[in-house]
């Protein structure tokens, strides 16, 4: 079994990393650049200002056209302009979308785009290698570690699985399958989470806590359980996290669910990015 003091280490290992990605990869929630709503029939995109999708400067002011039709995508380059398709060429047919194993990732020179699929709604996605987010980070906030934080719960299957409509940051309305609920007693207060399945074992909980639109993030925050062990599970609230819409505009997180609010200030984890956010 590991120490407080090893336990501690992970947990500020884990932190240290989670700001490595936001401050190095390319497909960092920092490099998102924007979000956009196709109309059916052709959008262009390029830099130019009367294109459907105005990209940065740096791209080619006519880029090619996004065919939208029956909600699919398909893009068309425009004359001379290199695009490719996961590094090799552009489909003729619909492009994959984010909800597929292998979505169809779209590069043009230092911008990355994809198909989104969130709710009813189709969007592209579009990055910058060369974000000016990404070169302003200067960290995270988190909450001194606290051990008191990390508790273990009881675990409650549903049977069947529980399936919940939770809204979205742009406003899609998501169905979510929650497969059991968590009941522990924290700040003296019984409490009780709604899970997701995050994996090898682990649970996923979107939560919200009276620290928000203070300290934390005015949405709400995340966290992944460790294994469940029997009906025990164990929650280190010292890796609650931010979901990506609390570090651009263009994400597209899903909120809590109504029933898992903490009638509490639970002080753990990560706090805002950016008070102005």
Known sequence: ?????????????????????????QKSWLCLAALYWPKTGPNTFGSHPACDFVLPAGAPQQAG?????NDALSIEPAP??????????????????????????????????VVLR??????????DAESPDQKAFSGLNFYPYKPEYRIQAKYFGYAPCKFVKQSDIIGEIVETKMLGYLIFKMNGKDCRLDVEDAGDGSFFIAFRDETNSKTTYAGGRYLVTEKLDGNLVTIDFNRAFNPPCAYTTFATCVLPPSENILHFPLEAGEKKYKDDH
């Open 80 to 113: 001379g302009v290199e695009m490719t398709c996961n590094g090799g060429p552009l489909p003729l047919g619909p492009l994959g979308d984010d909800q597929q194993e292998e979505p169809d990732f779209i590069s043009l020179g230092r911008f990355t785009m």
């Open 1 to 25: 079994m590991a120490s407080n003091n090893e336990i501690e280490s992970a947990v500020l290992k884990w932190r240290a990393e989670r700001a490595e990605f936001l401050r190095t990869q």
């Open 65 to 69: 056209v996004f065919h939208f039709k």
């Open 118 to 127: 969130r709710g009813s709604a189709t969007l592209v996605r579009l990055w």
